[in-house]
């Protein structure tokens, strides 16, 4: 297994699915939530081309656009933006994740930070999308995350991982706590809850 990564989630039926089938889901790439997603820049004589792959498709630019699938993970559980942005405003939970060490068809990338498109030159393909999803702007920075990426309709889980801990917001609820507890019981799966870390806006956990 590798190192812990985090997935922040609702307490909700995918969630759920995470901690009974230990695995992850990847998502359709054009659902994910900036718009500016796998944008590439690809300079031709006259002219230069700001566009996404499905955009670069259109223009006739791109002969396969395969089924691109991705999954986020963040390298940290403390950041109040990870909390309030993808698990229900500090009232989901942070899932630790340890990958398998064999991750056969599925590409790991850490994502890189600046505020420039990456520059592709024709014929674009696979490896032209993977570079652009391996950029976001700046502004991102502090999600720290490493995105799973497959191709492909049939790639749509993960198999196989461990899950190492559950962090539960400032405002989960206790039903949702205890209802938590109760799917991971008997297992060696650690349980906290973050808290005010005193005289700042920083978080802390207490083990539950």
Not at 35 to 44: G, R, S
Not at 84 to 98: K, L
């Amino acid at each position: 297994m590798s190192e812990n990564l985090y997935k922040f989630r609702a307490i909700d039926k995918y969630a759920i699915d995470i901690l009974m089938r230990r695995r992850l889901f990847l998502s359709d790439w054009e659902n994910l939530n900036d718009p500016h997603e796998a944008k590439m820049l690809v300079t031709m004589p006259g002219i230069n081309f700001h566009m996404n792959p499905k955009r670069l498709k259109e223009k006739g630019l791109l002969d396969d656009l395969p089924v691109t699938r991705v999954c986020s993970l963040a390298a940290t559980w403390w950041s109040n933006l990870l909390w309030t942005h993808y698990a229900e405003e500090q009232r989901g939970i942070a899932i630790g994740i340890a990958l398998p060490g064999e991750l056969s068809d599925i590409q790991k990338i850490k994502i890189k930070y600046d505020d420039e498109i990456p520059q592709e030159s024709l014929p674009l393909g696979r490896e032209s999308i993977i570079r652009a999803l391996g950029h976001k702007s700046s502004e991102w920075k502090y999600e720290e995350e490493t995105r799973l990426v497959s191709f492909g309709n049939d790639r749509r889980y993960v198999e196989g991982v461990e899950i190492t801990d559950v962090i539960f917001g400032l405002r989960a609820s206790q039903t949702d706590i205890e209802l938590v507890k109760e799917l991971v019981k008997n297992s060696s799966i650690k349980l906290s809850q973050t808290c005010h870390k005193p005289g700042t806006y920083k978080l802390n956990r207490a083990e539950l």
